[in-house]
Structures are given as structure tokens and as C-alpha cells.
């Protein structure tokens, strides 16, 4: 069916696809004799003006890109209350279909794809524009073999595509998406880009993605925690240098990658030439068998602190809260380094995304410093979905109000809401967060908006687990609220 937004002069030929913002069509251009692709907001996005606002700033941004690696936006606008993109038709396959096709790519080819990307990045960089979403769906070839990055920088809803991916129905995202953005960093930079394409290159040379899982949630949990597996495990045939390549662009810390995307195209110039490439570089990431692990500073000076271990647990805990199975790693890191318990809270604190997160574990911290326990909760006999679930605070403190089931009109859905106390919500992000890390916040969000009550979150939450016996645990878990 014609959209009702565009205008007459294009004719629809056929549907190309559909995503997370819209639906793209094959069109003619009758007043320039050409063919186009159509992208079309759905009337989701196109009801939200802050995001159609965004969408035609970087639509009218990335239209004043030049590159013949660059789809070309020919014209963007509106019509009878819908929002439209008219862009250059790519005529032949992306990376994902070739690979489908033909299989891996070898060393050389994967680095005659990698080169053009750069390329392509570093003028949209220029720019001031991030892709945020570089993937072998997105880099494509026309039928002449002209390399093209397409879905350049437009207005991506990162919380959308996230929530699409839980529920496995696309796995597109979750496979090359960096850790910043799925630990919803207020600003993601080009370094995001990089992190994307060495996914990519990855993906390429070896035929398999760096990280899988039985759901996004499990996959983007694997991107925050596991070290990055050694691609020459799956292709022995892939140089050294090429893996340290990939182990510095896939490292999680933005700050241990290349900063910016001339410095990888500078390395993968160098590699395609047979010219051996400088590995002095701090590196954060893991890859078996090359020097990809920073080195501890052998030169500093250990503090002289006694710690106390059943503290140090608990500061795990109350982190873990917040971040995940990471916790554990980063105390110890931290308790290395700090000189006091108040230095060791700060580093801590540092690593939380959420401002009002910080200040929450910062609370749970003094009153840790004062040897006080964490609230508790009491287990009624029975689950009863819609009742008011009690909580006791430590003596000396005062009553918590209590947690609330509450059923409320929504403000936009019609329906019911469900709500939960903060107490009973950090409970129920942590248990998720034992199997999945920090990604645990943004699935328990995404999952309440829809969830009638207890048993019905719980249903919803257990199919973000990765197998059987983490959803055991979790339900477990949740037993303990009722």
C-alpha cells in the first residue's frame, strides 16, 4: 500500500524492508527519472517531536556528506502528517549477504572491505556525525562493486532497537553494538564506530560473530564481560598483526581503542602492505595468545591498606546492583590503587552510568560505613500478584514505606501500570543481573511497561535468561519477595 506522505512524483515499485523505525520502499522518481529507496517513519516515531526533530537535523547533516562511500539523501521532508527519506537504491548485497553466499572472507578481503568503511567514517566524523549502528547489514555493494555504508547517523532510538533485540526479533544489533551504548553512555563518540567495525571485520574473517547467545540480552552481556575470543581459533590462516588490529578496535574501555578512526585506517594501510604495525599501544581487551591484556604498572607503589574482607563483599554486592557481574573485578581493581575506604568508593562510583544511581549506591555505601545491614524483605506464605509485599529496615532506622503493586491508569497506554518500590526493583534487577550484567536494568524497565504483576514480570524476565539453569536461579530469587 502507497504511503499517504510522499509525494505524487514517486512511484512505489515494490517493498525493499521494514525496521525499527520504519518501512523502505523501491521508488521512481518521475519528475528525475530515477530510482530511489523511500524510508518512512512509522506513525510511532513520526508522533514523537523530539525524535522527528533529531531525524531532520541528521537527515539535513548527513545530506551534506560527500563521499562515494556514503549513500546519497537526495531530499527529505513531510506530507500529510508523515516523514519520509528519498536516498540513493543500492542495487546489490550487503556484507551480511555475501558471507551467506560465498561464505568468510580471507585476511585480504576482509581489510579491502574494512579501508573503504574508514574511509566513509572518518568524513562523517569530520562531521560531526556517529553511525551508531555499523553493521554487515549496513555497509552494502552496488552491482558495480561500489563499497556504500548506508543508515548513516539517522536519528537511531538505541532504547528501541535494544528492546527489539530481548526479544529475539533481531539479532542484527546486539551482535556489533559496543558496551558504552548498551550501558547507555550519555554521550557515544566515533570511538562507538570503531568498536561496530571491528566487530565487523571480525564477523567477516572468521564467518562467525564475536559474541552469540540465546537471546540480545545474553549476547549484549557477553560483550560487557567475556574476553574476546582469539579469531584464529576459527581462521588459524589470520595474522597476528591483524588479530591485534581487531583486539584494540573490540577493546570494552572506549579509551583503550584507537581514538579515532585515521589511526585504524593508518594500521590497516600498513597491514595491507605487508608492513609490520606498532603494538606499543595500551591494550584492555583479551585476545588469547597476542598482547592484548594491559600490563600492570609494576612502578607504583601498593597502598598499605588492611581491608576488610566481609566489607569489600558487601561493597561487591551493592555494586553489583548497579553494574553487574562486574563488581567483583572492579573492587579489586579499585582496592589496589585507594588508600582509603572513602578513595575506594569513589573509584567505584565512577564506573555507575546513572547519576541517580551513584548517589543510591553512595547511600548504601555510609550506611555499610556504619555497620548497618541492607533492607530486607518479608516472605508472606503465599503469592498473592496484587498485594502489598511489607518491608523491615535495620533497628534504629526508620520504617520504609511499603512496596507497592500498585495498579494506576497509564497515562498513554489506557490501561493498567504496574509499580514497584525501588527497593523491590533493584532485587529484581539484580537477580537478573547475576545471569545477564548490566544490562539487567534495561530489560526489568522494558519488561514493567508491560507486566499486569508479579508472576507476569517474572514469565517476561525468564525469557531474557540464557538457559535453564539461570532461570531456576532467578525464579529462586524472586521467590524471596513473596
Not at 560531526?128 to 552491482?143: A, L
Not at 541492607?374 to 506464605?381: A, F, K, L, R
Request: charged letters at 25%.
Amino acid at each position: 500500500m502507497r504511503p499517504v506522505c510522499l509525494p505524487e512524483k514517486y512511484e512505489i515499485i515494490k517493498t525493499l524492508g521494514s525496521g525499527g523505525m520504519g518501512h523502505v520502499w523501491h521508488a521512481r522518481d518521475r519528475i528525475l527519472q530515477r530510482d530511489v529507496a523511500l524510508k518512512v517513519l512509522s506513525e510511532k516515531f513520526a508522533a514523537d517531536p523530539q525524535f522527528v526533530q533529531r531525524f531532520t537535523t541528521e537527515a539535513r547533516a548527513v545530506a551534506s556528506l560527500n563521499h562515494p562511500n556514503i549513500v546519497q539523501i537526495y531530499e527529505f521532508g513531510q506530507t500529510d502528517g508523515g516523514h519520509y527519506l528519498a536516498m540513493e537504491l543500492i542495487d546489490g548485497p550487503s556484507l551480511k549477504d555475501e558471507l551467506k553466499h560465498r561464505g568468510r572472507f580471507s585476511e585480504a578481503e576482509t581489510l579491502a572491505v574494512a579501508r573503504p568503511a574508514c574511509a566513509a567514517l572518518a568524513v562523517a566524523h569530520a562531521a560531526g556525525i556517529v553511525h551508531r549502528d555499523i553493521k554487515p547489514d549496513n555497509i552494502m555493494f552496488t552491482r558495480a562493486r561500489q563499497f556504500k555504508l548506508v543508515d548513516l547517523g539517522l536519528a537511531k532510538r538505541l532504547d528501541e532497537e535494544v528492546s527489539q533485540t530481548m526479544t529475539g526479533q533481531s539479532l542484527g544489533t546486539p551482535h556489533f553494538i559496543s558496551p558504552e551504548q548498551i550501558l547507555g553512555a550519555g554521550v557515544v563518540d566515533a570511538r562507538a564506530d570503531i568498536y561496530s567495525l571491528g566487530a565487523t571485520m571480525y564477523y567477516l574473517a572468521t564467518g562467525t560473530v564475536p559474541f552469540d547467545g540465546s537471546s540480545g540480552a545474553h549476547i549484549m552481556s557477553r560483550h560487557l564481560n567475556d574476553p574476546l575470543p582469539d579469531p584464529r581459533h576459527k581462521a588459524p590462516d589470520l595474522t597476528p598483526d591483524f588479530c591485534h588490529i581487531l583486539g584494540r578496535m573490540m577493546a570494552k574501555e572506549p579509551r583503550d581503542r584507537f581514538q579515532n578512526i585515521a589511526e585504524v585506517a593508518t594500521d590497516l594501510q600498513a597491514l595491507q602492505q605487508g608492513e609490520t604495525i606498532d603494538r606499543t599501544e595500551p591494550v584492555a581487551t583479551a585476545v588469547q595468545e597476542t598482547i592484548f591484556m594491559s600490563s600492570p604498572d609494576l612502578t607504583q607503589t601498593a597502598p598499605t591498606v588492611t581491608w576488610d574482607e566481609e566489607d569489600l563483599r558487601r561493597l561487591v554486592k551493592a555494586l553489583a546492583g548497579h553494574i553487574g557481574p562486574l563488581a567483583g573485578m572492579l573492587v579489586r581493581k579499585a582496592q589496589r590503587k585507594a588508600h582509603s575506604r572513602a578513595q575506594l568508593v569513589q573509584e567505584l562510583v565512577s564506573h555507575i552510568p546513572d547519576n541517580a544511581d551513584r548517589e543510591t549506591f553512595r547511600a548504601k555505601c555510609e550506611r555499610l560505613a556504619r555497620g548497618e545491614q541492607t533492607t530486607q524483605i518479608e516472605m508472606p506464605s503465599t503469592l498473592d500478584p496484587g498485594a502489598t509485599m511489607a518491608m523491615t529496615q535495620p533497628l534504629g532506622t526508620p520504617p520504609a514505606s511499603k512496596a507497592r503493586l500498585d495498579s494506576t491508569v497509564g497515562q498513554h497506554s489506557g490501561g493498567t501500570v504496574f509499580v514497584l518500590e525501588p527497593e523491590v526493583r533493584d532485587h529484581v534487577v539484580q537477580a537478573m543481573a547475576d545471569h545477564i550484567g548490566p544490562v539487567a536494568r534495561v530489560v526489568v524497565k522494558r519488561e514493567l511497561h508491560g507486566a499486569k504483576d508479579l508472576v507476569d514480570l517474572t514469565n517476561r524476565l525468564l525469557t531474557n535468561l540464557p538457559d535453564e539453569a539461570a532461570r531456576r536461579s532467578f525464579k529462586i530469587s524472586i521467590e524471596k519477595l513473596v
